[in-house]
C-alpha cells in the first residue's frame, strides 16, 4: 500500500513539472516567439535542469507537438459541443461566434489561441509534423463548417457548388478577425498584445457587439429570408 502511494506521489510530480514545462513554453511563444526559445532558455526560467525536460520531450518540437495535440482537443470539444447546439444554420452560425468568445474568455484556452496565432505568422520555422498537425486543425474547423452548409443547404443562399468557396470565406472571415484583435497596432512593428490585454478585450462590451455584428453579417449573407 505504501509502494503504491508514493508511486502516485512520483506519477504526480511527474505531471506537474511536464505542465510547468509546457505552460511555460506558451507563455515563451506569446512574449519571443517560438523560433527565439531555446531549451536552455527555457529550463532556465523554469530553474530545472536539461535532463529534468529531455525526461519528458525528447525535442523542443517534440513538446510543441504536444501544445498542439492540446490545441486539437479543445478544437474537437468545441466542435461538438456545437454541433449539438444547433438544428439550424442559423443556430450553428450563432452558437459558434457565441462559444468562441466564451471559450477564448477562459485563460487556458485564450493563451492556446495566442499561441496558435503566433506559429501561424511563423510556419517557415515549423518542421514537417508540426505543420501537419496545424494543418489538421484548419481542416477539423474547415470540414465542419462545410458539413454544416451541406446539412442546411436548404436554407441558405449559396448553390451547393459554391460551398467551398462559402466554407473559406466563413473561415476566413473569422480567423482574420479574431487575429487582428490579437495584433498591437499602436506599435512600430508586428507586436502580439499581451494575455492580459487580450482577456480584457475579449471580455468588453465592445467585442460583444463586435461577435454580434459579424453573426448578423453572416446571417445575412448565408440564409434566406
Known sequence: MLYIERSCITINKNIDKKHLILEKAKDMIISDGYGNISINKLTTELGISKGSFYTYFISKDEMLNEILEEYKRETIKFI?????????IQEFIENSLSYSSLFLAEENALKLEIVILNLK????????????????????????IRANLLKYINEIKIKREDIERCTKLLFGMLEFYLAMENIDFNQNKFSVKSLKEI??????KEMKDNIEFIKNRIIEILIKK
Open 80 to 88: 461538438k459541443y456545437v454541433n449539438e447546439k444547433s438544428n439550424s
Open 121 to 144: 505568422r511563423n510556419y517557415e520555422i515549423l518542421n514537417e509534423e508540426t505543420f501537419k498537425k496545424m494543418k489538421e486543425i484548419v481542416h477539423l474547423i474547415m470540414d465542419n
Open 199 to 204: 482577456k480584457k478585450s475579449y471580455q468588453s
